[in-house]
């Protein structure tokens, strides 16, 4: 059976540095940050006071009100994204076979808010009215929910399902999208993820973790991938999502393609809950896999994405991994993380990171990875890779390749080429 070639037509994106996908990666390009401190609620008992929130949302600038109140944050800003990238793609849903068009979606956690107000609101009341919930609570809670809303909001009756793998849940989302759509089984699918978990059990839980930066006295640099003052990730929210879509489909109704998606790949560490293993070796085998897919050898690529979370175990062995893979190609590479400016939009994140290797790929820039200080560097990362500091460089990008990894050693990666008939 012949694989089919599947492209990317269509971006949308809601995140902490812009709400659209122009803004999100002109500040991308430019070096923002998107941290400050905690609004969702007060935060200011907890070790951790800041985040990279998304700023300036109203939901009910592009959903209906009474909708909304339907919906978990999560799912407002998968809803919102999933607008923009469908408009972004000129799909016209008058003419598609909608049997043949899909969502799948990547959540982390889901609707964590939501369960927190419940609860909560069941304690106040559980004495003297007895059990009171929102008829609304466990669809607005459930992890699935989103793709769900949007496949309602369209019509859109192909393949439907989230994934959920920690962090590497968008990126795992977007390759079952991709086979999808290879193996003919759909002509179009709406991929990507959300996360809203920027709320008292989310920071509170990761803190416990000691997984999160405290600076609090400076947030904008606290997210400092491969610095050697990194002391933990910057949670972020948000949500990224890609029309995927099989080529001859695109190409007959004349749509505007981004880039092709060319392989994808998964593996586990096996190793620990949530620690990667101190050699890579599960990131290394992802990045293979993803190669392999793809029929590309380590040099034909020119830009990894990293997860780069800014953790001190983390962002070592992820450049273990590219080292071992790349031998002296990976002094070729442009490597960045873009979390330095988005945060750790979790669940999202493969999503998010997946738009910006598409738009490197098409503009033939790599965003930078901000805050790294002269002389602030570990005695254990080589910095004679190009680790993209600070400043946006530009250079062809034939192909970029997207790493996530998460709790519970999953690991997913997804690499997007230069499209070419």
Known sequence: MELKRVVVTGLGAVTPVGNTVPEFWENLVNGVSGAGPITHFDASKFKTQFACEVKNFNATDFIDRKEARKMDLYTQYAVVAAKEAVTDAGLDTEKEDLNKIGVILGVGIGGIHTFEEEVAGYEKTKDTIGPKFNPFFIPKMIADIASGQISIMYGFHGPNFTTTSACASSSNAIADAFNYIRLGKANVIVTGGAEAAIFPAGVGGFNAMHALSTRNDDPQHASRPFSGSRDGFVMGEGAGCLILEELEHAKARGAKIYAELAGV??????????????????????????????????????????????????????????????????????????????????????????????????????????????????????????????????????????????FGGHNACVIVKKYTE
């Open 265 to 406: 790949g998964a593996s586990a560490d096996a190793y620990h809950l949530t620690a990667s293993h101190p050699d890579g070796l599960g990131a290394k085998l992802v990045m293979h896999n993803a190669l392999e897919d793809a029929g590309m050898n380590p040099e034909d690529i020119d830009y990894i994405n990293v997860h780069g979370t800014s953790t001190p175990v983390g962002d070592i062995s992820e450049v273990k991994a590219i080292k071992e893979l790349f031998g002296e190609h990976a002094y070729k590479l442009n490597i960045s993380s873009t979390k330095s400016m988005t945060g750790h939009l979790l669940g999202a994140t493969g999503g998010v990171e997946a738009i910006a290797c598409v738009l490197s790929v098409k503009n033939d820039i790599v965003p930078p990875t901000i805050n790294h200080e002269e002389g602030d560097n570990d005695e254990e990362i080589d910095y004679s890779l190009n680790f993209t500091f600070n400043k946006a460089q530009q250079r062809t990008v034939r192909a970029a390749l997207s790493n996530t990894f998460g």
